[in-house]
């Protein structure tokens, strides 16, 4: 589906681009993107199922939950906590 909305909504080539996108997740569901996503992110909580996991995320927050989207946010945008 991700592909299919990059394609028909954006008119680009997930494939492409994938190496400058960043995906961020914090559950076993997500592991399908973690292993798509170079720069795939998971949110602190996701170490509760990290044994689980085949397919890692590249980096994970030092927070849990919605702090630790925020904390990626505050990453991408002001450049703190790099």
């Known amino acids: 589906m991700t592909r299919i909305l990059f394609k028909e909504v954006f008119k680009t080539d997930l494939d492409a ?10 559950s076993p569901n997500d592991e399908p993107m973690f292993e798509y996503f170079p720069n795939a992110v ?31 946010a505050e990453i991408l945008v002001l450049g703190k906590g790099a």
């Open 17 to 26: 681009i994938k190496e400058n996108l960043i995906f961020i997740g914090d």
């Open 42 to 72: 998971g949110v602190a909580n996701v170490l509760e199922f990290f044994d689980r996991l085949v397919f890692k995320p590249a980096w994970i927050t030092k927070d849990e939950g919605g702090f630790g989207f925020a904390q990626l």
